[in-house]
């Protein structure tokens, strides 16, 4: 067997993997009919826009939230500590 054998046979696997993959993308690229309409990027806005609406009103709620946790913790942080009393048995 020629020493050089498996040198050859990965030279080839790595160029008929890259040529496999660049054949696939040339193949699947976007052709400029498959583009989408203005009517559906619109679509796509409105969508977005209502997305961001929702991701703005979570944030302030969840604020509103963190806000009512930190007033919280600091009136029991504040409040005098309580001593449990033993009972003596």
């Known amino acids: 067997m020629d020493p050089d054998a498996p040198i050859i046979i990965s030279t080839l696997a790595i160029l008929c993997g ?8 040339f193949l699947n690229r976007r052709r400029p009919e498959d583009s989408p309409s203005r009517k559906e990027l619109q679509e796509l806005h409105e ?3 209502r997305i961001e609406q929702a991701v703005d009103s979570i944030a302030i709620e969840t ?7 930190r007033f919280t913790t600091k009136l029991l ?13």
């Open 77 to 89: 942080s504040e409040r005098p500590a309580l001593k449990a009393e033993v009972p003596q048995s």
């Open 18 to 25: 890259t040529t496999i993959v660049v054949l696939r993308m």
């Open 63 to 69: 604020e509103r939230v963190l806000e009512g946790q």
């Open 47 to 49: 969508r977005l826009a």
